[in-house]
């Protein structure tokens, strides 16, 4: 009996080490920060869930003009990272009165359009490898 434990739980453990192994990380640097002030604010979104709940969500300081984010246990797939400077610490992005972002922004691909990032302009995939990306504001 105990040698029928010890395989069930061996097997459990190796199938979940596999399984994470599988698994990737996505690395992203904010490069041309224009103070450090504030924070970024990183979210890692699929096509589902594009702006609306990201699948991972990180506030990372500001060194030096530069903010980097490390997103693990990624399942591959299609993904888009969007990211803004918090400059205030108030944990929004601010908007004119007339819905003008009032903070840096930016996402992954660096598409810079005169509109919000959308999911097609800055999805990449994530397959075998781990993923680094440089984003630009």
Known sequence: ???????????VLLVSTEMIAQ???????????????????FALYN??????????????????????????NVVPGEYAVVCYHDKNNNGKMDF????MPLEDYGASNNHM????????????????KDVSLAIKF
């Open 1 to 11: 009996m105990k040698f029928l434990i010890t395989l069930v739980i061996s097997t």
């Open 23 to 41: 698994n990737r990380t996505i690395t992203a640097k904010v490069i041309n920060i224009s103070s450090n002030d504030g924070k970024i604010g």
């Open 47 to 72: 096509k589902a869930s594009f702006m609306q709940t990201p699948i991972q969500g990180k506030d990372v300081k500001i060194i030096e003009g530069k903010s980097v984010v490390v997103f693990k």
């Open 96 to 99: 004119s009165p007339q819905r």
């Open 113 to 128: 359009a005169f509109a919000p990032p959308t999911f097609e302009n800055a999805k990449f995939v994530v397959s075998d």
